[in-house]
């Protein structure tokens, strides 16, 4: 009986052993990445959301259906969400608030140019400032300022370098003539155009067609008000994507008119809504690959009638039908036109009262 | 001898399936490349979230001292009265982008309502920012009628009252390091303006830009005091300041229960009539490098056109009101 026994207790091993090396092997290569891959996730979703909680700060979700930060409640449920696809973990990384200025730079978001024009006035450094204030929180954003100016003045310069975002400081001087008058010799070119085309020209200079950097142009003039949601609606741009702008055209907003199947079909205005695009310029944002393969488009300077200035450059980089319409259908307001009163120096008189030393 | 042919063909058995298991599996780890390349995406995405949780965290390292020091930071209280017409959303969308950045600040917005409206509740609630959300209806007498000039009426006086109320009656029982500043909702704000103010100990002045028919207006500073007021208009008036050119310690709000704006004061005397009963103009602490510098700008806000929405209200073709503008 003894030696039965042992046979068949080396029989069994023998039937075992390869068996357990079999399955150890398999559970290590196949199965194991996988769930240390959502466990990782899992975790780290929670400490960013843990961190911020330290600093005191409320985390804002940016979705549609207006659900609020919650920090407590539902932070398990939330990192399932943000684990199951890399499009979600990218969402958290990018809604935090830090107080630290502006957002890290990420690997994954398309950057934003925005492109404002400036020109020398006394409100200018308030209307920078405030700008500014709305752009630092705002991940991935290159911030290409324009001044109408002979050469770039120290005010912007100092501004720019102040803020700490990534940007890019160009000037053009609108010559004279085209600045004020306009008679039908020399008509007058709109207010910005041919900063904006400069900067149009810096990009095709700077980008090549054949890169990977994705990227979305923007023009914003620097007294409009800009949320903080129409950044991220943008950011998904195909081709040139819009939406509707309020306090333009003598109306509370104007937009497009969208259909059921979320095309564009027109525009509801009442200045001239047969226009090839009647919509302002802060209504509308362009893939840079688009600007990039289409080298020819700028905004027309000589010859446009009022209202015309965004026509002229988008029907030469897109057909209606191609139009990506953003805020929830078009639907709501994400962009205001405001305008700043020109303040009245009244008491400053003839030789200046107030030192002119000191910068405004 | 039956259990010995059993036993063998037992183990004929079971070495082929074992090697046909083995095999099996052998390719099984060959075409496991297709899924690392959806676990290389996951990793990246790791390794990216890795790198983002480091640098908060190296953030917070950094932040920590400046936010806990000994003392902690002083919170700012910014009372900002409001009202609805057109433009307001925007100026409180641009307002909460700049307070957004300071650190421990709490916003008290006050509306001229005799209920709060939901446009501002919603917006408050979504802005991320520590808030409280108070009203009080200016009584109609006291109210700009529609064609009168700005100055006519002085504005914002009880809403502004409203939240130094709301101080006192939150502030019974502690003696918080705290600052107060008047903020209206169309003026623009550089962050340093809030550094400079957080340490006030009585009442802090400063430069404002575009206020006052001039570039800027501002307390005149030698020898490190307030002698005089650089200002254009009426500079005899006890404070010729601004509403953005001063902050209150809490400790002086509430040491002092009866101070107030006086909405009967004459034309440019508001300020005053709060300031005059906190302080006198040798105890103002001067800051924006001795007042020489402008952090702060009156701005105001065109009123948009609305010929045409009217035009088109005519006609009953007025744009939808359910979009909240």
């Known amino acids: 009986l003894e030696m039965p026994k042992r046979r068949d207790i080396l029989a069994i091993v023998l039937i075992v052993l390869p068996w357990t090396l079999l399955i150890t092997v398999w559970h290590q290569s196949a199965i194991a990445p996988l769930l240390a891959i959502r466990k990782a996730c899992h975790h780290l979703v929670k400490e960013i959301f843990i961190i911020p909680e330290r600093l005191a700060v409320r985390r804002h979700r940016l979705s549609d259906d207006g659900a609020e930060g919650r920090h407590e409640a539902g932070q398990g449920a939330d990192s399932k969400e943000y684990c199951s696809s890399d499009k979600d973990i990218v969402e958290v990384v990018r809604t935090e608030y830090v107080y630290t200025r502006p957002p890290p730079w990420s690997d994954v978001l398309p950057t934003i140019h925005v492109v404002t024009p400036t020109y020398s006035r006394p409100v200018q450094k308030a209307e920078l400032t405030r700008l500014a204030n709305t752009f630092l929180h705002v991940p991935n954003l290159h911030w290409i300022l324009v001044e109408d100016s002979q050469r770039r003045t120290p005010l912007v310069s100092r501004l720019l370098r102040e803020t700490g975002l990534n940007y890019t400081h160009l000037n053009v001087e609108t010559p004279r003539n085209y600045k004020l008058r306009g008679d039908a010799r020399d008509p007058r070119i709109p207010r910005g155009t041919m900063q904006r085309n400069l900067a149009l020209r810096w990009l095709r200079e700077t980008f090549s067609p054949n890169g990977t950097q994705p990227g979305i142009v923007y023009f914003a003039d620097d007294d409009n008000t800009y949320s903080l949601e129409l950044f991220e609606e943008m950011r998904s741009t195909r081709k040139v994507s819009v939406w509707p702008v309020a306090f333009v055209g003598g109306l509370r907003y104007e937009s497009p008119k969208v259909n059921a199947a979320g095309k564009v079909y027109g525009w509801k205005t009442v200045f001239d809504p047969h226009r090839p695009f009647a919509i302002d310029m802060a209504g509308f944002a362009i893939n840079l690959r688009l600007i990039l393969f289409k080298p020819q488009a700028y905004f027309k300077l000589r010859g446009v009638k009022g209202g015309y200035q965004e026509s002229s450059l988008l029907r030469e980089l897109v057909t209606l039908n191609d139009l990506e319409p953003k805020a929830a259908n078009c639907t709501k307001i994400l962009v205001w036109h405001t305008r700043t009163e020109k303040p009245v120096l009244v008491n400053e008189g003839k030789k200046g009262f107030t030192d002119p030393n000191v910068e405004i | ?142 109210k700009l009628q529609e064609g009168d000039p700005n100055w006519l009426k002085p504005r914002g006086v009880e809403q502004r009252n409203e939240g130094l109320r709301w101080l006192r009656e939150t502030n019974r029982n502690r003696a918080e390091d705290a600052v107060v500043y008047f903020a209206d909702d169309d003026n623009t704000y550089s962050l340093q303006l809030f550094e400079e103010m957080r340490w006030t100990q009585r009442v802090s002045v400063w430069p404002v830009g575009l206020v006052g028919g001039m570039r800027y207006e501002r307390p005149v500073v030698e020898q490190g005091r307030v002698v005089r007021f650089h200002t254009g208009w009426r500079p005899s008036r006890p404070f010729p300041l601004d509403m953005a050119g001063f902050a209150v310690s809490l400790r002086l709000v509430l040491v002092n229960p009866e101070a107030r704006f006086d909405g009967d004061a004459p034309m440019g005397f508001l300020e005053s009539s709060f300031l005059q009963s906190l302080v006198t103009m040798e105890e103002l602490e001067p800051k924006a490098d001795m007042c020489t510098k402008v952090l702060v700008w009156h701005t105001r806000t065109e009123k948009p056109k609305m010929k045409r929405e009217e035009a088109m209200l005519k006609q009953g073709l007025g744009s939808d009101p359910a979009i909240e503008v």
């Open chain 2, 1 to 142: 001898m039956r259990l010995r042919f059993k036993l063998k063909t037992v183990f004929i058995l079971y070495f082929t399936v074992s090697l046909f298991g083995l095999i099996y599996a052998l390719m099984q780890l060959g075409q496991r490349c297709d899924c690392a390349e959806r676990d290389f995406a996951k990793d990246h995405a790791i390794s990216r979230l890795r790198g983002k949780r480091h640098s908060l965290l190296e953030q917070t390292k950094k932040l920590e001292p400046t936010k806990n020091p000994k003392p902690p930071l002083p919170t700012i209280y910014v009372i900002t009265p409001t009202y609805t017409r057109l433009v307001q959303k925007a100026e409180l969308t641009r307002l909460s982008h700049t307070f957004l950045l300071v650190p421990q600040l709490h916003w008290i917005v006050v509306e001229d309502s005799p209920h709060k409206t939901s446009l501002v509740s919603d917006f408050l609630s979504h802005s991320g920012l520590a808030f409280t959300h108070l009203h009080v209806a200016t009584p109609r007498e006291r």
